[in-house]
C-alpha cells in the first residue's frame, strides 16, 4: 500500500541486477531519433501490455479490470527508484507504460525516449484538464506532449500528537526536535534530505553553490546525534511506533493512518521554509512495442471512477477530476495532507540537475552518510 | 603425459565456468571503474583514474575503519559462539551430530535478506525480545535496539555464522580424541588439555573460520541497511549507493575493485598460513 517498502526490499535484487546489467549487456547504448519519439500512436490494442512501476503503487483490481475489458494481459515488472527505472531501460528492456517522476521526465523526453502521446487520443484527458491548466505546459515536459499526469505529493514532517502535542512550529526545524530525540528519521533519498536542509537554510531547493552545499552537509551532519535513522520505508518505522517524527510524503501518511488504531494521533505538516512538491507521470517509452495498448491503459485509469478506486488503493492524490475529489475524501480529517494547485504551482520541485552537479549533490549525501 | 591430459578434460566445465562468472564481470568491472558517466547517468568506458585517488578521499576513511571494526567483533562473536558449538557436536553430538550440522545450516536456506527483515521484526521496540523482557519484568519500556551499532554486528555475526561453525566442526571431527586423552593423562586441567592440545590442533579450522566470517562481513550491506541508524554506514552501504542512487557506477566499481585488493591480502595471508600447515602435516 505504499511506494516505499519496495524501495528497501529491492535494495539487494537491485544491486544483483545491476551487475548482472553490467555483464549481460555491457554499455549498449539506445539512442532513438526524435522522428522515432515523435510518431503517433493510435489508441488501440496492439498487444499485451507491459507495465513498469513501483509495485504496489496502482490497484491491482484495475489492472485485473483493465485485461478483462481489452482481452490483453498486463505484465507487471517493478521498480524500486527512478534510478533502477532507467538502469532497466538502458539494458535495453522494452516497456509500454511507466511512470517517471517531472524530474526524469525532463531527462528521458530530452534523450527522445518517450514517445509522443496525443491527447485528442484520450476520451477522459479532459478530467485533466479540467481540473488545472497546470499541466497544460509543465516545465519538465512542454505542453505535457509525453506525459499524462499519474499522481502528485508533498514532502512534508508526520508526527506523534499523542508523543509531542497537536501542533509544531511549522518549520523543517521540527526535524531537530530534542525532545523526540533518538525517535526521528529522515528519508534515506538524497535529494529529498539536501533539499530540506537546503530550505532550512534558506537556499534554493536546487542549489547547486559549493558553498551553500557545504553548510547543508553540516547542517544535516549536526543532526545525525538526534537521528533514529535514515529510513526508506517510513510507513514501517512511522505506524511500528519507532518515529515520533518522520520526514515523510503525504501519501505515505495516508498509508500510516489507515493502518494505525488511532489516526488522529498521525498529524502531517508541511513546512514554511519551502514545500517540495513532486509529480509522477504516465509515459510511452520510444522502444515499446505496443503503445496503442499503453493508451487505452492511460485512459482507463484517468475514468473518474477508476482514478478515485486507485486514491483509495496507494493513498496519493491524482491530479484530475475524479481522483482529485476522492482524495479531498481521504484528506478531510487532516487537510495538510492534501495537494492543492497552488502547491504545485508554487512548490519548490526538484529539477533534473547536469551531470556535474549532481555528482557534486552525491558527494555532499555521501560524506553525511559517511560522517 | 596422456593420462595428465585426459583428467584435464573435467578442469573445462569448471574453467568455463569461473571464465563466464567470475573473469569476465571482473574484468567489467575494473573496466568501468575507469570510466565516467554521461548525462543520463550510463557509465561510459574512459580512461578517467580520478575514481581511484577519491576512493582515498579522507571522508571515506571512518567508513573503513567502521566496517573492518564491526567485521572483527562479527568474527569474535561467530568464534566464541560457534566453537563451543562445534566442540559440543563434535565431541559430544553422538549419532546425532548429522541432524545436529544440519540444523545448523537449516536458516541458510533461507535467503540473507529475508533473515534480516526477521530480525528487524523481532528487534523493533514493540518486537518480540522486548515484549519477553516486559513479560520477564527485565525491562519496563524496552530496549531500542534496532538502529544501533549492536544490531548491525549481531546482524553479521548471525548471517555468517555457519561459516564459522563449519570448518571448526570439521577440524574437530578430524581431530584424534586420543590426543585430548593424553593431555589428561599428562595431568593437564580441562582447561589446560583444552588451550595447550585441542585449540592448537583445530587451529587451521579456526583461522578458515575467521577468514569466511570476516571477508564477507567487511563488504555487507544488508545488515547495516536493515538494522543500522545513522551512524552504522559500511563500505558495502556506500558502494550500494554510488551504483544506486548517486549512479556513480565507474566510482562504484573503484570502490569494489579497491576492496577486494584489500580483501585479498588477507586471504593471500590465510593461504600461505594453511599451505605452512600443510606442509608440517598439522591438519
Known amino acids: 500500500m505504499n511506494r516505499f517498502t519496495r524501495r528497501d526490499a529491492l535494495r539487494g535484487a537491485a544491486l544483483g541486477a545491476a551487475a548482472l546489467g553490467l555483464s549481460g549487456c555491457g554499455m549498449n547504448r539506445f539512442n532513438p531519433s526524435e522522428a522515432e519519439a515523435e510518431r503517433p500512436i493510435s489508441a488501440k490494442v496492439d498487444g499485451d501490455l507491459y507495465y513498469f512501476n513501483y509495485s504496489e503503487y496502482m490497484d491491482p483490481g484495475l489492472i485485473k479490470g483493465f485485461e478483462k475489458r481489452y482481452g490483453v494481459r498486463v505484465i507487471e515488472s517493478n521498480f524500486d527508484s527512478m534510478q533502477g527505472m532507467l538502469a532497466k531501460l538502458n539494458a535495453g528492456n522494452r516497456y509500454d507504460v511507466i511512470f517517471p517522476t517531472a524530474e526524469w ?3 528521458l523526453h530530452k534523450g527522445n525516449r518517450l514517445r509522443r502521446i496525443d491527447h485528442s487520443q484520450l476520451r477522459n484527458y479532459q478530467q485533466v484538464t479540467s481540473f488545472t491548466d497546470y499541466f497544460n505546459d509543465p516545465w519538465y515536459d512542454p505542453e505535457s506532449a509525453h506525459t499524462v499526469p499519474y499522481a502528485v505529493y508533498t514532502t512534508g514532517i508526520c508526527w506523534r500528537a499523542d508523543k509531542l502535542g497537536d501542533k509544531l512550529t511549522g518549520s523543517w526545524r521540527d526535524l531537530w526536535n530534542e525532545e523526540a530525540k533518538g525517535k526521528i528519521y529522515v528519508l534515506d533519498d538524497f535529494q529529498e534530505a539536501l533539499g530540506m536542509a537546503n530550505l532550512l537554510n534558506g537556499f534554493d531547493l536546487n542549489t547547486t553553490d559549493e558553498a551553500e552545499l557545504e553548510k547543508t552537509k553540516q547542517t544535516l551532519i549536526g543532526q545525525k546525534p538526534l537521528l533514529r535513522g535514515y529510513s526508506a520505508d517510513t510507513i514501517t518505522t512511522m505506524s511500528s511506533g519507532n518515529a515520533w517524527i518522520e520526514h515523510m510524503w503525504n501519501g505515505d501518511v495516508v498509508n500510516v493512518r489507515n ?7 498521525y498529524r502531517y505538516e508541511t513546512c514554511n521554509e519551502g514545500i517540495p512538491v513532486g509529480s509522477d507521470t504516465f509515459a510511452i517509452p520510444t522502444n515499446a512495442r505496443h503503445p496503442g495498448t499503453a493508451m487505452l491503459f492511460i485512459d482507463w485509469l ?4 477508476h482514478a478515485a478506486m486507485n486514491i483509495e488503493y496507494c493513498g496519493y492524490p491524482m491530479p484530475n477530476d475524479g481522483g482529485y475529489e476522492a482524495f479531498a475524501g481521504l484528506a478531510k480529517d487532516e487537510p495538510s495532507i492534501n495537494v492543492t494547485v497552488e502547491q504545485l504551482r508554487e512548490g519548490d520541485q526538484f529539477r533534473s540537475l547536469p551531470r556535474d552537479d549532481l555528482t557534486l549533490w552525491n558527494e555532499t549525501w555521501t560524506a553525511v552518510k559517511a560522517a | 603425459m596422456r593420462e595428465g591430459r585426459y583428467w584435464s578434460i573435467f578442469l573445462i566445465p569448471g574453467g568455463i565456468w569461473l571464465a563466464l562468472f567470475f573473469a569476465v564481470p571482473l574484468g567489467i568491472t575494473i573496466a568501468i571503474s575507469f570510466g565516467i ?10 580512461w578517467n ?24 567483533v562479527a568474527t569474535a562473536v561467530c568464534l566464541v559462539i560457534g566453537y563451543p558449538v562445534a566442540y559440543t557436536v563434535a565431541r559430544h553430538g553422538g549419532r546425532f551430530r ?5 540444523a545448523v545450516v537449516l536458516p541458510f536456506f533461507v535467503n540473507y535478506l529475508v533473515r534480516t527483515y526477521a530480525w528487524v521484526t523481532l528487534l523493533a521496540d514493540d518486537g518480540l525480545i522486548n515484549g519477553l523482557l516486559g513479560t520477564m519484568g527485565i525491562t519496563e519500556s524496552g530496549v531500542a535496539w534496532l538502529n544501533t551499532p549492536f544490531a548491525v554486528v549481531g546482524g553479521l555475526a548471525y548471517g555468517y555464522m555457519a561459516f564459522m561453525i563449519l570448518p571448526v566442526y570439521a577440524a574437530l571431527d578430524r581431530m584424534d580424541p586420543s590426543l585430548i586423552e593424553a593431555g589428561k593423562d599428562l595431568y ?11 585449540l592448537p590442533t583445530t587451529f587451521q579450522g579456526v583461522l578458515a573460520g575467521c577468514v ?23 563500505v558495502g552501504n556506500l558502494i550500494q549507493q554510488q551504483f544506486h542512487d548517486a549512479q556513480n557506477w565507474p566510482f562504484g566499481a573503484a570502490l569494489t575493485v579497491v576492496m577486494m585488493a584489500f580483501l585479498l591480502i588477507w586471504m593471500v595471508f590465510y593461504l600461505r598460513s594453511a599451505a605452512r600447515a600443510a606442509d608440517e602435516g598439522v591438519a
Open chain 1, 302 to 305: 484517468l475514468d473518474p471512477e
Open chain 2, 49 to 72: 583514474p580520478e575514481n581511484y585517488s577519491r576512493v582515498f578521499d579522507p571522508v571515506f576513511l571512518p567508513v573503513l575503519i567502521r566496517s573492518v571494526g564491526y567485521a572483527l
Open chain 2, 188 to 198: 593437564g586441567s580441562p582447561a589446560a588439555t583444552f588451550f595447550n592440545v585441542t
Open chain 2, 212 to 234: 569466511l566470517v570476516f571477508l564477507p562481513a567487511v563488504g555487507d550491506f544488508v545488515s547495516a541497511q536493515l538494522l543500522g541508524g545513522p551512524g552504522t554506514y559500511m
Open chain 1, 259 to 265: 493502518q494505525v488504531d488511532s489516526p488522529e494521533n
Open chain 1, 105 to 107: 521526465v525532463d531527462k
Open chain 2, 98 to 102: 548429522h541432524l545436529l550440522i544440519l
Open chain 2, 37 to 46: 558517466t554521461d548525462d543520463l547517468g550510463n557509465p561510459v568506458y574512459a
